[in-house]
């Protein structure tokens, strides 16, 4: 079957993991109902993906594609479906500003340690370093955790008072690990949180944290660490991409502000959206909060329509059991499914069959 003859429908995603420089996943097998749930290299599961992961020491490795599993039995991957028929699958308004790039990449991290301290491009500086209109603002929704050494989950974000990039070149320099920890604000986080992490905004999650993120379509990630916490040693590419590191500490946005600042710039409230007597839609992530991307939990007691928009969207079902109904077909879905919109959809049924509510994350690219 060819691409474009493809009937475009709510398509689940097949499985996606991804290699990454630190350890996790147990969290995340155990959420998708695996069978021997471990923490390995592979802690990340891309969803909806069109970016092929930069990992240093792989680069004969293409990994982060997602993939959908036709009618027929055979794999296309969703940047090939998409490619066929750009305007039907991400919609008219997108891809006049977009082409066929999704403009945005979501994935379920989950860390059995700490990440590397690190930080990501904003646009001015993707567009200058790596002649990219996207950078890597992103965004997180903390579905739990796990303790782990006897520390609760729990994030480092944005620099504490006092601090300049001459002083964070020394802690770099003298690779002052509890020096550059010190640096930073230590969040622990509760299921529920959503915090926002603009490009240029120092951040690490912390060990123990099982989470969704919505984010840029890019994989540019600059650390200042050189060993892993679990001791791996990173090749200079895997620290500055590239760049060089007198470049990559220029990537840094060297504001800061106290604790209160900071959760009160980055960490954001769920806005009520509607609530119906079949369920509620919560706004995590809006037009008030960045331009790059949006993100809205569901809650469906019974049944609850979405209306497509014109828009795509991508889904993830955080908990419950359940069916949709598009265009007079039924779909089962249940916990750790991942399914695509594509935009020419003009709405979707989600019908609840389990006794507790089902929770939804939907994700969406700019507007």
């Known amino acids: 079957m060819a691409a474009n003859q493809i009937e475009l429908k709510p398509f689940k995603l097949s499985r996606n993991r991804v290699w990454r420089t630190y350890a996790g996943g147990e969290c995340l097998e155990r959420w998708q109902g695996g069978s021997h749930p471990s923490d390995s290299s592979f802690p990340e599961e891309w969803v909806a993906s069109t970016v092929i992961a930069s990992n240093a020491g792989r680069e004969e490795v293409v990994e982060g594609l997602s993939e959908i599993v036709l009618e027929n039995g055979k794999s296309i991957t969703l940047k090939d479906l998409i490619r066929s028929n750009p305007e039907d699958i ?137 060993t892993t916490p679990r001791g791996h040693s990173l090749p200079d590419f895997a620290c500055h991409q590239g760049l060089g590191f007198e470049r990559m500490l220029e990537c840094f946005h060297y504001e800061a502000y106290d604790e209160q600042e900071t959760l009160s710039r980055w960490k954001k409230e769920p806005a009520l959206v509607r609530q119906l007597a079949g369920g509620s839609e919560y706004a995590l992530i809006d037009q008030s909060s960045t331009d790059r991307f949006r993100m809205h939990l569901l809650e469906i007691l019974d049944e609850l329509q979405v209306e497509g928009n014109g828009t795509f969207s991508i889904a993830i079902v955080i908990s419950g059991t359940g069916t949709i109904v598009c265009r007079g077909q039924a779909q089962d879905v249940s916990q750790a499914d991942e399914i695509f919109f594509p935009a020419v959809l003009e709405q979707v049924n989600w019908i609840n069959t389990g006794k507790e509510p089902m929770k939804v994350i939907l994700c969406y690219p700019p507007e």
Do not use: N
């Open 90 to 226: 991400l919609g008219r308004r997108h891809t006049a500003k977009y082409g066929s790039e999704t403009a945005v990449l979501v994935k379920v991290l989950d860390a059995g340690e700490r990440l590397t301290i690190q930080v990501h491009p904003d646009r001015e500086f993707a567009q200058s370093a790596f002649q990219s209109v996207f950078g890597k603002t992103e965004a997180w929704y903390i579905l739990g955790g796990r303790t782990i050494g006897g520390e609760d989950p729990y994030v480092l974000l944005g620099f504490k008072p006092g601090m300049t990039q001459a002083k964070w070149k020394q802690l770099f320099e003298d690779q002052d690990i509890p020096g550059m920890i010190g640096a930073l604000h230590k969040i622990p986080v509760q299921p529920g949180d959503v915090f926002l992490v603009e490009g240029g905004v120092p951040h690490a999650i912390g060990s123990g944290c099982f989470l969704i993120e919505i984010q840029e379509p890019t994989d540019y990630t600059l650390r200042v660490e050189r």
